[in-house]
């Protein structure tokens, strides 16, 4: 089944690829690497302030959306998408605050939805006391091209 079957399965709609807010390039290709810049969640706050756990797994997703919008734009399909080989997840939270974790599954649980096993990861899942914009979650990604 073509990715975009399966997305269509899923009832999943890619945004178009968001245009870069600064000096830089939405992807770079090196070789058979993708390398997708940081997207960022349309929601913006803190985790552990004025942002759920449960709002911070969708912001992520939202942030998988635009990774897979943005590996399209770059591919052409994302048939082409050999491996998701890891995810840097940035979570806008308090000091106190420790569900980075659970926050990022949004974005990597459905990396899994839509390529199965080639979508398991490498992963980073990190505190950050501020992201551009104040919003609540930036992911990057790393695909393998097939």
Do not use: W
């Not at 890619?14 to 870069?20: E, I, N, R, S, T």
């Not at 591919?75 to 420790?98: E, P």
Request: hydrophobic share 45%; proline share 5%; net charge negative.
């Amino acid at each position: 089944m073509s990715i975009e079957s399966k997305l269509a399965e899923l009832g999943i709609t890619l945004p178009d690829a968001p245009a870069p807010a600064a000096n830089y390039v939405p992807y770079v290709i090196s070789g058979n690497m993708l390398f997708v810049s940081g997207q960022i969640s349309a929601l913006k706050g803190r985790l552990g302030e004025d942002v759920s756990v449960d709002q911070g797994a969708e912001a992520a997703r939202g942030c998988g959306l635009s990774l897979l919008a943005q590996a399209k734009a770059a591919l052409g399909s994302l048939d082409r998408v050999a491996r998701v080989v890891k995810l840097g997840g940035f979570v806008n939270s308090t000091a106190d605050f420790t569900d980075q974790p659970e926050v990022i599954n949004g974005c990597s649980n459905l990396m899994v939805e839509v390529f199965g096993d080639k979508g398991r990861h490498a992963r980073a899942a990190v505190s950050s006391p501020a992201l551009p914009r104040g919003v609540a979650v930036e992911i990057e990604a790393i695909f393998e091209i097939a």
